[in-house]
């Protein structure tokens, strides 16, 4: 069964930045879509980033456009999100989705597969 697997999280003070992973395995992976989630305490699951199955195209939520970048490697079966300029406001679990056959638009809005997720936390 596709299995995804995220990595990277952590704790860190404002300004500062975390690359997360998503390791995908049981699945061919350049045929998924790719997306990033987050769900801060008490609020709902939104989308923060999707990638294209060959990685060329990208689609970000405005609050993180300009500050996070998501790319993947089909060789290695990984996505990754890099975050940078984090704000308390990023903290959140982050969580890795992933869809076959679809655009960076469907992944986000109706993603198949969701990770465990990983927690990130942002401290003033």
């Known amino acids: 069964q596709v299995q995804l697997v995220e990595s990277g999280g952590g704790l860190v003070q404002t300004g500062a930045s975390l690359r997360l992973s998503c390791a995908a395995s049981?699945?061919?992976?350049?045929?998924?879509?790719m997306a990033w989630f987050r769900q801060a305490p008490g609020k709902e699951r939104e989308f923060v980033a999707a990638?294209?199955?060959?990685?060329?195209?990208?689609v970000y939520a405005d609050s993180v456009r300009g500050r996070f970048t998501t790319s993947r490697d089909n060789a290695r079966n990984t996505v990754v999100l890099q975050m940078n300029s984090l704000k308390p406001e990023d903290t959140a679990v982050y969580y890795c989705a992933a869809k076959f056959g679809a655009s960076p638009q469907l992944v986000r809005s109706s993603p198949s597969y969701w990770g465990q997720g990983t927690q990130v936390t942002v401290s003033s």
């Open positions: 049981a699945l061919t992976f350049s045929m998924y879509a």
């Open positions: 990638i294209s199955r060959s990685g060329d195209s990208t």
